[in-house]
């Protein structure tokens, strides 16, 4: 995330290490809120094309608004912050 913001180039294939064989998110990844919010954030740095950031960003954002539901009763603040990241990402597609 950092490197792009500054304007380097860094491959999008260090990504793949979070998708499964399945093409789905791995499950360690898929239960922490945190490491998805991280996810869905630096997803958003892509480029068009680069296919392996947009399919992150959809299995992210789908994981997202799952997680959003199961927490809204047990912590009501974190499914807030999930909405509102969902809602407003920090960042915009780089091109």
């Keep these: 995330e950092v490197f792009r913001l500054r304007g380097h180039y860094m491959s999008c294939d260090a990504f793949e ?5 399945d093409g789905k998110l791995k499950v360690s990844l898929a ?7 991280q996810l ?13 950031m947009e399919d ?3 299995l992210a954002r789908n994981q997202l608004e799952s997680l959003a539901v199961q927490e809204a009763s ?10 509102n990241a969902l809602y407003r990402a920090r960042y915009q597609n780089m091109e």
Aim: net charge neutral; proline share 3%.
């Design 17 to 21: 290490r979070f998708k499964g064989d």
């Design 31 to 37: 239960e922490d809120v945190k490491g998805m919010l």
């Design 40 to 52: 869905y954030e630096a997803a958003h740095l892509g480029t068009t094309s680069e296919n392996i």
């Design 56 to 58: 992150l960003l959809t």
């Design 74 to 83: 047990s912590n009501p603040n974190l499914s807030r912050h999930i909405r």
